[in-house]
């Protein structure tokens, strides 16, 4: 079993920069690829970014290739997103969840955060 809590959204002006983190329980942490996804308003939820259980490969969603960045500590069982040049479209609430391979479909992950609000004013 795997517990996720993320934490760092807030309200940003539009060009500014949050970094969300993404504690994590279990011993096992460093076994899993781990993945953001955001979900708007009346949009279904998509994939942001996913990264390989040992941290060198990383992925991103087209729409944040850029200006987000994707990292894990092992040590500290912590993965984060940095998210610099926010904009409003960026706007909605951001899950971190862990899963035995990287992907962008959300189904490939077993666990999942309560996410946590970002919000970008223009």
């Known amino acids: 079993q795997v517990q996720l809590v993320e934490s760092g959204g807030g309200l940003v002006q539009a060009g500014g920069s949050l970094r969300l983190s993404c504690a994590a329980s279990g011993r096992t942490f460093s076994s899993y690829a781990m993945g953001w996804f955001r979900q708007a308003p009346g949009k279904e939820r998509e994939f942001v970014s996913a990264?390989?259980?040992?941290?060198?490969?990383?992925y991103y969603a087209d729409s944040v290739k850029g200006r987000f960045t994707i990292a894990r500590d092992n040590n500290k069982n912590t993965v984060y997103l940095q998210m610099n040049s926010l904009k409003p479209e960026d706007t909605a609430v951001y899950y971190c969840?862990?899963?035995?391979?990287?992907?962008?479909?959300?189904?490939?992950?077993?666990?999942w955060g309560q996410g946590t609000q970002v919000t970008v004013s223009s």
């Open positions: 969840a862990a899963g035995l391979r990287p992907s962008t479909n959300g189904r490939d992950y077993a666990y």
């Open positions: 990264i390989t259980w040992s941290g060198p490969n990383t």
